[in-house]
């Protein structure tokens, strides 16, 4: 039975999620032009979990706003499914990215008067739908917050809250996860329990996870590791690039 799934795992992965082609991002002009992501050609396939690894202002955190939807390119192309996501207008992208797009950041963006469960269950309530009950309490259970779910944000630990805020991003089942520095704001442990459940979540749901990260030693847990540099995006090994 084990080995049945993890080959239709692969089989998975052989679907390309995520593309880009020739994407850019430029900020100001003449002598004040930032070149910050620089003709990025990337290819994701579903299923897989890639970490984008580059020192700080590096243009890893534009890049993954431009992934996500959240950026317009200066030019080149983002397609997510085959939707060429730029060409949608900006309400179709809002739609689009709310239910294809799981976001999660390095502050944990909760809405302090919502309990743990109506700040998971979010997503769902903005887009109009009610929350697959089977699949708020299943993820519940992986986030260990069975008993937190009826408690306000600033009734939980850092990592608890982190723990949140990666449920919101998994409740619509998205296309792909973007993670910009999950771990970034947590202490050691918390921060390896946040890695681990990333990597749960990539083998449970088949959920494609992009994570953005300075971290060396969480990009090697990855299936893949891409670098960026000076706006330039690298596939080869971390420690080549860096």
């Known amino acids: 039975m084990e080995q049945k799934d993890n080959r239709g795992i692969e089989d998975v992965r052989t679907v390309e999620i995520l593309r880009t082609e020739h994407l850019c991002k430029v900020y100001g002009k003449g002598n004040n032009e930032v070149i910050a992501v620089n003709d990025a050609n990337i290819s994701v396939a579903q299923g897989e979990f890639v970490a984008i690894v580059g020192s700080s202002g590096s243009g ?17 192309r983002v397609l997510i499914e085959d939707n060429d996501i730029y060409r949608m207008s900006d309400d179709k992208l809002a739609v689009f990215r709310r239910r294809q797009v799981g976001l999660i950041y390095q502050f944990y963006n909760l809405i302090p008067v919502l309990t743990v469960e109506e700040n998971l269950t979010l997503p769902c309530e903005l887009d109009g739908r009610k929350p697959d009950r089977e699949m708020v309490q299943d993820l519940a259970g992986l986030l260990g917050l069975k008993k937190q779910m009826d408690r306000l944000p600033n009734e939980l630990s850092g990592g608890q809250q982190q723990r949140v805020a990666i449920g919101r991003a998994l409740i619509t089942r998205p296309a792909i996860l973007l993670a910009d520095e ?28 992009i994570m953005i990260t300075h971290n060396l030693e969480l990009a090697k847990q990855a299936d893949r590791v891409l670098c960026i540099e000076d706006g330039y995006v690298f596939d080869r090994k971390a420690e080549v690039a860096l």
């Open 182 to 209: 999950p771990t970034g704001n947590l202490d050691t442990r918390a921060g390896n329990e946040i890695m681990e459940l990333l990597k749960v979540s990539n083998r449970r749901y088949r959920q494609t996870v």
């Open 60 to 76: 890893k955190s534009t890049l993954m706003h431009m992934l996500g939807g959240v950026d317009r390119p200066s030019s080149g």
